[in-house]
């Protein structure tokens, strides 16, 4: 029987330390287009005391992965990217919007808008999966 896409967002996180380091909370377990939020703790900031690059990157990255393996098939990134477009501070609470582009059999793209509490725009991330073919028990 087929793994739900909660089911398998679940066995991901079980063992993915960096999500769960960033308090990742999953808001949409919905295939190809799940949403997570996370607050920005004080750990997390660089020499400007703003959030490191990392992490704005981190969590879109962890959106790719619930979205793109949520349709049951395991899936990894191939290439990614993001622009950072506006400060992100310690107390800050971000939010991945996931907007499936493509989906074929063996590759899936996908680009995440990164927002903040006052739903400003602070992350554009793309990035695009290879699909194995292997699927999720």
């Known amino acids: 029987m087929a793994l739900s896409p909660k089911e398998i967002i679940d066995k991901m996180m079980a063992a993915d330390e960096m999500s769960q380091w960033l308090g990742i909370e999953i808001l949409d377990p919905i295939p190809g287009a799940t949403s997570i939020r996370m607050t920005v703790r004080k750990d997390m900031v660089n020499g400007f005391n703003v959030a490191h690059g990392g992490i704005t990157y981190s969590l ?9 393996n949520s349709h049951g098939i395991r899936s990894m990134s191939i290439e990614t990217s993001i622009s950072h477009l506006k400060m992100v501070k310690v107390g800050d609470v971000l939010t991945v919007k ?5 989906l074929s059999r063996k590759v899936g793209v996908y680009e995440m808008d990164v927002l903040n509490q006052d739903n400003q725009l602070v992350a554009h991330f793309k990035g695009t999966v290879y699909r194995s073919g292997i699927e999720w028990e």
């Open 98 to 102: 996931t907007k499936e582009l493509s």
């Open 60 to 68: 879109a990255d962890s959106a790719l992965a619930f979205s793109s």
